[in-house]
């Protein structure tokens, strides 16, 4: 919102805008959707256009993911980044909320031109409010389509705010002139230099467009490669392992291994296709934890949105960023700790093990190659395995899809 009370934009922009930053919160909340009891009206929308990009090569990498979503993060940087999302989700609201109640108390009580507070810095502190919000959105909920959709709200921004600002200083003229040179756009401003106001050309907003968009892509695609380096992840046997939790790295190889002496769990295994264009990968978690439903399907009790625990469950993956992972089913239901000889077949002793084949259409030569965008990823069964005898003590095979269908889902 301008500055200036009062002053709306050209209705074409506005609905342009508006239209471009429903698109993207609407993407960008997948998260929250997902486990809510709508996720299916939702998905019904929604899916197909998940889909109709994931059936080509050039285009499956908008439903891919770039930060790891359900595995802990292992480096500070991924750490900072996450919680980073937290922070930014959580600022970048209240600030479009307090500038909000600002602009609306002044018309209320008629203050005039609204240069109090943020504006007193920054000439469209709500514009910079959500673009804060979605970068915090688009970090929780790390697909590339969000990252993407986030760029052309950033850029359709700036050209609303411009064509307010020339419209602006049409209106009130020097006295705007003095507001722009002492206040910065989106964020204040560092030196009293004049500020040119010149219109924006069609070829350099282009330009701009692609800058922020391909500049978006490429720094996903770096951070997918960096968190696809950083994986708790180690090769035993030919099994690829991946440890959601990384305490849980070192038992992982036994897990695995008492896994594969059970008879079902051995005979699973020799059914799953293994060449050089495929791979075995096997998700180690606890037995209880909350987003396994995103693996695989392993059961109606991690489909969340049957469980009406939707706002419970995003309260605390914005307010502990670490944490959530650590809670488990457990945390988010409630259910009781056990204690004495009971402990032996609580699910805090106890691992689950999710068996994917991966399928490409090249050699997958390493563990990391697992984690392709255009692999194919096929869950075959899982495994619950003592953690510390590894006795296996459930084998299930999984149905196609994961927990949300065929709705592509994060990898790590």
Known sequence: MTSQEGKRPRRGTGLLVGGAALVYFIAALEVVIMISPFAFFFYSVFNPILLGLNQSAGTRWLTAF???????????????????????????????LLCAGQVYLGKLLRWGVAKRGCYALIRHPQYTALVLTGLGLTILWPRFLTLVFL??????????AKDE???????????????LEQTGMFWPRLSRKPVPLKPLRWQAALLLLLVLTGGAAALGFGLRAYTAAHLPLTTVDGVDILSIMPGDLSAAPGLVQGARQDPAAASYLRSMHTSPDSRILAYVMPVDYIMQGMIANTGDEWQLFRHHQTLGTIADYVLHPIGHLQGGHMHHLAIPMQHGPQMYNSPMMRRRIIFLEVQ?????????????????????????????????????????????????????
């Open 66 to 96: 770039f930060l790891p979503h359900m595995v802990a993060p292992t480096t500070p940087l991924l750490m900072a980044l996450r919680v980073l999302g937290s922070v930014l989700l959580i600022g970048g609201s209240l600030m479009f």
């Open 151 to 160: 760029s052309v709200m950033v850029f359709l921004y700036y050209l609303l």
């Open 165 to 179: 600002e020339r419209r602006m200083l049409g209106r009130y003229g020097a006295a705007y002139q003095t507001y």
């Open 360 to 412: 490409a259409n090249h050699p997958l030569k390493t563990a990391e190659d697992a984690f392709g965008i255009n692999n194919q990823r096929l869950p075959r069964f899982f495994a619950d395995v003592h953690l510390h005898t590894n006795e296996v003590m459930q084998v299930k095979e999984t149905p196609h899809g994961t927990g949300w269908g065929d709705v592509p889902t994060p990898v790590f």
